[in-house]
Every structure is written in C-alpha cells, then in structure tokens.
C-alpha cells in the first residue's frame, strides 16, 4: 500500500538542453535544404541538356583535410573530458586551422573549374557544383565561428569535465558538416 508522501512525489522529467536542441533543429533543417538540393540535380540531370566533367582534383583532398579536422575536433572532445586544457585549445586550433584549410582548397577547387570552363551560369551542372559545394562552405564557416567561440570559451576555463555543452554542440556540428561534405563529394562523384 503507497503512502501519502509516495503518492505525492513529483516523477522526474526527461528534458533536452535547449542548445542541443537548437543545435539539432539547425542540422535537420541543414539536411532538409541539402535533400532539396540534391533531389532538384537528379531531376534536373534526368531533364538532358547536362554536361558531364570531372569535379577537380583538390576536391579530393580537401575532403582528406576535413576528415583530419574531424579528428582533431574528436581530439578536443576527449580532452575537455579529461581536463586536459592544453590539448583542448591546440585540438579546436587545428581543427578551425584544417577547417580554413578546406575551405581555401575549395576556392582554388572552383579555380580548376574556371579552367575546365565549367562555370556557374551555363550548364546547371556546373552550377549545381558551385551552389552545394558553396552553400556547404557557408555551413563551414558557421562551424569555424562556433570553433572560435569554442577556443575563447576553453582559454577561460569554462570547457571542462563538468561542463561539456559547448564543446559537445562544437563536436557535433563539426562532424555532421564533414559527414555532408562526405555524402556531396560521393554524390557529385557518382551523378556528375
């Protein structure tokens, strides 16, 4: 037979921070406007009146840059749980670092395009190639300006052990943008 005081005792809530929860929101909405995208170049495509090219050769290399960058933002992950606050600031340092890297080989990669004579206005594959894999890049920045909140945060102590938030969220969009960089280059790989 339950009490009084059992029968009164408020149930625990489950709740999700709502950084992480904003955070989440943005990266559906993310794959929402990549889907679109990438839905809108296989109709298009299936339309004729597509040239086909092959996606310059910094392409791929700058998809090795991202994924390095991936494990150097995992590096800081694991060390803000370990308070190991040196590792943590040159872990997001290389990684904001590889991330600028990436984007840069992405510029000299729409270079090689320009040279190939593949153009934005033109053909719309050359200008599918331009919009994802720049719409991607200004995903990317969002990403190196979270890394740059992330870095100040870890100079003032206030990424550790007990307060994991920031760099978890940090972690989290960095790797979901390296893995749609990922699913864009096989993709364009694959359709182009």
Known sequence: MKTVNETLEPQATRSVNPKIFTMWLFIVSILMLFAAFTSAYLVRKAEGNWVEFKLPELFSYSTGVLLL???????????????QFNALRISISITFVLGLLFL??????WVQLVEMNVYFVGNPSGSFVYVLSGLHGLHLVSGLIVLIFALIAAFRFKINAKSLTQI????????????????????????N
């Open 69 to 83: 960058s991936s494990i150097s933002m995992h590096a800081a992950l694991l060390a803000a749980k370990k308070d």
């Open 104 to 109: 840069g080989m992405q510029y000299y990669g």
């Open 168 to 191: 978890k969220i940090c972690s989290t969009y960095w790797h979901f943008l390296d893995i749609l960089w990922l699913y864009l280059f096989v993709f364009l790989l694959i359709n």
